[in-house]
T-cell receptor, first 114, second 114 residues
C-alpha cells in the first residue's frame, strides 16, 4: 500500500522569508499524482498545488512551488515571501493514476512569525 | 457560486444515537468522498462514490453508512456501532484531469458524541 510521510510535525518561518516543507512517499507505480493541501484554522481544506508524475517540470503557483524528485520519491513544498495568512496545517497527498482515492500524510503545522 | 456545502458546522449527539451529516455539491462532479480527521492524524477515507447509486468502502468504513441517490448529494450516517464517533468530518468531490482526480473539500462538520 502506498504511504505518505511528512517528517516535520511543526515548522516556523519569519514573515517574508522562505520555508520548505518535506514529503516523501512510497509507491511501486509509475503513473501517479501528488498534491499539497492547506488547512487554515477555519479547517477548510484548500488545494495549493498539483504535480503529475510524468511531468518533469516542477509545478508552481504564485509563491508556492514544488521540488519533485521522482527517483527519490520526494515532493517538497517551497513557500516564498511567507505571509501571515500562510499559517496553517499543510498536507501532502498521493493519488495513483486513474484512481479516485488519495492517501494523505499526517501534516505539518506551519507558523509564520511577524 | 459553485461549491460544496456541509451542514451543520457543529453537531452534538448522545451516545447510542445515529446521526446523519449532510454534503451537497453543485460542481457537477461525479465522485464524492467522506473523510474523518482526528488530532495529529491526516485524513482517513470512510466511503467514496463514483456514480449515483454506487459507493465503495474506504479504510475506516465500520460504523458508518452512506447513500448516493442524487449526483449532488452524499450524506453520511454515523451509527451507534461506531466506537469513537467524535471527530471532524470532511466531504469532498473531485474533477478529473486526464488520470488525475483533483479533490475539493467542503467546510467540514465537527461531531461531538457524549
Amino acid at each position: 500500500a502506498q504511504t505518505v510521510t511528512q517528517s516535520q510535525p511543526e515548522m516556523s518561518v519569519q514573515e517574508a522569508e522562505t520555508v520548505t516543507l518535506s514529503c516523501t512517499y512510497d509507491t511501486s507505480e509509475s503513473d501517479y499524482y501528488l498534491f499539497w493541501y492547506k488547512q487554515p484554522p477555519s479547517r477548510q481544506m484548500i488545494l495549493v498545488i498539483r504535480q503529475e508524475a510524468y511531468k518533469q517540470q516542477n509545478a508552481t503557483e504564485n509563491r508556492f512551488s514544488v521540488n519533485f524528485q521522482k527517483a527519490a520519491k520526494s515532493f517538497s513544498l517551497k513557500i516564498s515571501d511567507s505571509q501571515l495568512g500562510d499559517a496553517a496545517m499543510y498536507f501532502c497527498a498521493y493519488g495513483q493514476g486513474g484512481s479516485e482515492k488519495l492517501v494523505f500524510g499526517k501534516g505539518t503545522k506551519l507558523t509564520v512569525n511577524p | 457560486d459553485g461549491g460544496i456545502t456541509q451542514s451543520p458546522k457543529y453537531l452534538f449527539r448522545k451516545e447510542g444515537q445515529n446521526v446523519t451529516l449532510s454534503c451537497e455539491q453543485n460542481l457537477n462532479h461525479d465522485a464524492m468522498y467522506w473523510y474523518r480527521q482526528d488530532p495529529g492524524q491526516g485524513l482517513r477515507l470512510i466511503y467514496y462514490s463514483q456514480i449515483v447509486n454506487d459507493f465503495q468502502k474506504g479504510d475506516i468504513a465500520e460504523g458508518y453508512s452512506v447513500s448516493r441517490e442524487k449526483k449532488e448529494s452524499f450524506p453520511l450516517t454515523v451509527t451507534s456501532a461506531q466506537k469513537n464517533p467524535t471527530a471532524f468530518y470532511l466531504c469532498a468531490s473531485s474533477i478529473v484531469h486526464g488520470l488525475t482526480y483533483e479533490q475539493y473539500f467542503g467546510p467540514g462538520t465537527r461531531l461531538t458524541v457524549t
